[in-house]
């Protein structure tokens, strides 16, 4: 399978919805049309069982819906709710808004992980030093903050640029804040 190539998992009141946990899941945009009523859980359910995991976006598609549960559905994120009988454009339409938010998602995911990937090769020290770089410290303030010399700073700051792979001050703190790494308080 191509990893460009897109994935639809429809999981109706059908007892294979068993099957779709234990499924591995190739790495590629996909979307979930969930139905409400499944054996042994409600939709609702098992979109709560996902959540937090890597599951993709979900489009309910459902003859049971109702009000309460529409609601539901979106504030736990669905992405669309559907009620049968459905335009097969409505759906069309929904899949495709879906699968976007998937490309989007894991773009953002393969960002981060790189980003990850270059602060865990910076040393505790640099570490340390990153948030006062990403503050708007002088190498100066900075080296009076940590009680070293202004030189052994500005290597420091220039490991952690190269390290980073960041082109510009404002590039490294956008992926600090990527990370969640707070601002010196100073």
């Given at each position: 399978m191509n990893a460009d190539e897109p994935i639809v998992y429809v999981l109706d009141d059908d007892p294979r919805v068993r099957e779709y946990l234990k499924f591995k899941k190739p790495d590629a945009p996909a979307c979930l049309i969930l139905d409400l009523d499944l054996p042994g859980m409600t939709g609702l359910e098992l979109q709560k069982q996902l959540a937090g995991s890597d599951e993709p976006p979900i489009i309910f598609?459902?003859?049971h819906g109702d009000i309460s549960s529409s609601v539901t559905a979106m504030k736990a994120g669905a992405?669309?709710?559907?009620?049968?009988?459905?335009?097969?454009?409505?759906?069309?339409h929904a899949i495709d808004a879906a699968l976007a938010t998937d490309r989007q998602t894991r773009a953002k995911n393969v960002e981060l992980n790189a980003i990850k990937k270059s602060y865990a090769s910076l040393t505790p020290r640099e570490r340390e030093v990153l948030p006062f770089v990403?503050?708007?410290l002088l190498n100066k303030q900075t080296a009076g903050e940590l009680g070293t010399s202004e030189i052994t700073i500005r290597i420091h700051r220039g490991q952690i640029m190269r390290k980073m792979a960041a082109h510009s001050l404002a590039e490294l703190v956008r992926m600090a804040a990527k990370l969640g790494i707070p601002k010196s308080g100073i």
């Amino acid at each position: 399978m191509n990893a460009d190539e897109p994935i639809v998992y429809v999981l109706d009141d059908d007892p294979r919805v068993r099957e779709y946990l234990k499924f591995k899941k190739p790495d590629a945009p996909a979307c979930l049309i969930l139905d409400l009523d499944l054996p042994g859980m409600t939709g609702l359910e098992l979109q709560k069982q996902l959540a937090g995991s890597d599951e993709p976006p979900i489009i309910f598609l459902t003859g049971h819906g109702d009000i309460s549960s529409s609601v539901t559905a979106m504030k736990a994120g669905a992405t669309e709710f559907l009620s049968k009988p459905f335009e097969e454009k409505d759906l069309l339409h929904a899949i495709d808004a879906a699968l976007a938010t998937d490309r989007q998602t894991r773009a953002k995911n393969v960002e981060l992980n790189a980003i990850k990937k270059s602060y865990a090769s910076l040393t505790p020290r640099e570490r340390e030093v990153l948030p006062f770089v990403v503050s708007g410290l002088l190498n100066k303030q900075t080296a009076g903050e940590l009680g070293t010399s202004e030189i052994t700073i500005r290597i420091h700051r220039g490991q952690i640029m190269r390290k980073m792979a960041a082109h510009s001050l404002a590039e490294l703190v956008r992926m600090a804040a990527k990370l969640g790494i707070p601002k010196s308080g100073i």
